[in-house]
């Protein structure tokens, strides 16, 4: 099994900081990409930010929303993926959920894409 696990979110003013980590377990051969996503009440889920494996050279990409503001990183030996959060706005507050693509121990070759359970982010204004 493979389980993803976030940590970090909470309450936070505008203009605040947060840090949120998530972290991989399981029988796991390796992680390619890793990302961050959110969901507000009554409105899809959108991606956040991503980040490659650093064999494909850990390229970043975010959503246009967050530009400056949000920076992902990833500890390989940790097997986890981080998301610094700056300058925090009331439009930020959502679910954040950890995704990433793990190709499990064992004679599959394919990577399955598994979902954290979520953490809450709520900025108050």
């Known amino acids: 099994q493979v389980q993803l696990v976030e940590s970090g979110g909470g309450l936070v003013q505008a203009g605040g900081s947060l840090r949120l980590s998530c972290v991989v377990s399981g029988s796991i051969f390796s992680i390619n990409s890793m990302g961050w996503y959110r969901q507000a009440p009554g409105k899809e889920r959108e991606l956040v930010a991503t980040?490659?494996?650093?064999?494909?050279?850990?390229?970043?990409n975010y959503a246009q929303s967050v530009k400056g503001r949000f920076t992902i990183s990833r500890d390989n030996a940790k097997r986890s993926v981080y998301l610094q959060m700056n300058s925090l706005k009331p439009e930020d507050t959502a679910v954040y959920y950890c995704?990433?693509?793990?190709?499990?121990?064992?004679?599959?070759?394919?990577?399955?894409?598994?979902w954290g359970q979520g953490t809450q982010v709520t900025v108050s204004s």
């Open positions: 980040i490659t494996s650093i064999i494909s050279g850990g390229s970043t």
């Open positions: 995704n990433a693509d793990v190709r499990r121990l064992g004679l599959d070759v394919k990577y399955g894409n598994y």
